[in-house]
């Protein structure tokens, strides 16, 4: 995984534990929105990401009215980062 992905395609990575998993979205450019499937909350507290879920998949969708964007060069132009309040 190089580059970003457009299109169908799932790339599974296989980690250890939930601190290398977080460590894994921390060595990387910040990501446009990240999916935990974790009663942990670290992942929310520990990462930076355009938009989060948690134990869920399509809020983003579902949801028109929540933001959807990226963070620090990721972000679109003229957009608003995705806060929830």
Do not use: W
């Not at 990501?31 to 974790?38: G, H």
Request: proline share 9%; hydrophobic share 40%; glycine share 8%.
């Amino acid at each position: 995984m190089q580059e970003e992905v457009f299109g169908p395609i799932l790339p599974i990575v296989v980690i250890a534990n939930m601190d290398e998993a977080i460590d894994f979205i921390n060595a990387r450019p910040r990501p446009l929105a990240v999916y935990a499937f974790s009663c942990d909350s670290k992942v929310l507290e520990r990462t930076s990401s355009g938009g989060f879920c948690g134990n869920d998949t399509l809020m983003h969708v579902t949801l028109t009215s929540l933001p959807f964007g990226g963070v620090g060069r990721s972000r679109m132009p003229n957009q608003p980062p995705s806060i929830i309040r």
